[in-house]
């Protein structure tokens, strides 16, 4: 059970911040109503939500996931790849540590981004991106092995992030898109699998009783409905016009 979340407001800056989609512009005004929606959504699962202010000088900085991982025991500050998005740590290291004694750090040359780590019980799975690097993903796995995790480290061939693709949803349960699908990495989980115009839905969040998914994929919702999941669905569009998903905009532990 989740009882504790991380998020950052989005700044009038976010429409400076990076991308790689030819979505548009994201319109600010959606922006922030898709944010507190989203907060919403995550106190209706049950969870305390600390809310960190926006920085403007940090345009991408909303997209905290990729400045942590955090598990029930022990926090590791990432060490972002982008150079734009890399002290972005330094508004939430201060923030983790109010929750945690027990932190680690990826250092020096290794790069990491908390979006390349899916983390399924006992098990956390590493991709190596254009954001982290094999040494990164070195790094992280000799720290989660010392504390008696295991760590597969999945060298990436289509998704911008590990979890662009994919999402643990409990009960041994994983939902796949793209070239996860078929990896043998994952040939011991049930699948669900989403097909390549809707795979955007993979990158779903379970909270606690809940699983929140992107709004407009009735499919996915039906596939999750009929395992016996509650769903809510949130509106992305503006987060998605700077490659945000769900996953994305928090720390969950």
């Given at each position: 059970?989740?009882?504790?979340?991380?998020?950052?407001n989005p700044?009038?800056?976010?429409v400076?911040?990076?991308?790689?989609?030819?979505?548009?512009?994201?319109v600010?005004?959606?922006?922030?109503?898709?944010?507190?929606?989203?907060?919403?959504?995550?106190?209706?699962?049950?969870?305390?939500?600390?809310?960190?202010?926006?920085?403007?000088?940090?345009?991408?900085?909303?997209?905290?996931?990729?400045?942590?991982?955090?598990?029930?025991?022990?926090?590791?500050?990432s060490?972002?790849?982008?150079?734009?998005?890399?002290?972005?740590?330094?508004?939430?290291?201060p923030?983790?540590?109010?929750?945690?004694?027990?932190?680690?750090?990826?250092?020096?040359?290794?790069?990491?981004?908390?979006?390349?780590?899916?983390?399924?019980?006992?098990?956390f799975?590493?991709?190596?991106?254009?954001?982290?690097?094999e040494?990164g993903?070195r790094?992280?796995?000799?720290?989660?092995?010392?504390e008696?995790?295991?760590?597969?480290i999945?060298?990436?061939?289509?998704?911008?992030?590990?979890?662009?693709?994919?999402?643990?949803?409990?009960?041994?349960?994983?939902?796949?898109?793209?070239?996860?699908?078929?990896?043998?990495?994952?040939?011991?989980?049930?699948?669900?699998?989403?097909?390549?115009?809707?795979?955007?839905?993979?990158?779903?969040?379970?909270?606690?009783?809940?699983?929140?998914?992107?709004?407009?994929?009735?499919?996915?919702?039906?596939?999750?409905?009929?395992?016996?999941?509650?769903?809510?669905?949130?509106?992305?569009?503006?987060?998605?016009?700077?490659?945000?998903g769900?996953?994305c905009?928090?720390?969950?532990?």
């Amino acid at each position: 059970m989740f009882k504790n979340v991380i998020v950052k407001n989005p700044g009038n800056s976010f429409v400076n911040g990076l991308t790689t989609s030819d979505l548009g512009k994201p319109v600010l005004e959606k922006l922030f109503e898709q944010h507190e929606k989203y907060v919403e959504a995550l106190k209706t699962c049950g969870v305390e939500v600390a809310q960190l202010p926006a920085n403007e000088a940090f345009p991408d900085s909303t997209f905290v996931e990729d400045t942590a991982v955090l598990t029930s025991e022990f926090a590791i500050i990432s060490n972002p790849g982008a150079e734009a998005r890399n002290r972005e740590i330094e508004d939430i290291e201060p923030a983790v540590k109010k929750f945690y004694e027990k932190l680690y750090y990826i250092e020096g040359l290794g790069t990491l981004d908390g979006g390349d780590v899916l983390q399924a019980e006992k098990k956390f799975y590493v991709g190596i991106s254009d954001r982290t690097n094999e040494e990164g993903a070195r790094q992280f796995k000799e720290i989660v092995e010392k504390e008696g995790y295991e760590a597969t480290i999945i060298p990436l061939k289509e998704f911008f992030h590990l979890k662009t693709g994919i999402a643990y949803v409990g009960q041994n349960r994983m939902v796949l898109a793209g070239e996860f699908i078929d990896h043998p990495a994952f040939a011991s989980y049930e699948k669900i699998i989403i097909p390549k115009e809707h795979e955007y839905s993979a990158n779903c969040i379970q909270v606690n009783d809940y699983v929140i998914i992107p709004a407009g994929y009735p499919e996915t919702n039906r596939k999750l409905n009929d395992l016996g999941y509650q769903t809510i669905e949130l509106e992305m569009s503006e987060f998605r016009k700077h490659d945000g998903g769900l996953s994305c905009l928090s720390l969950r532990f």
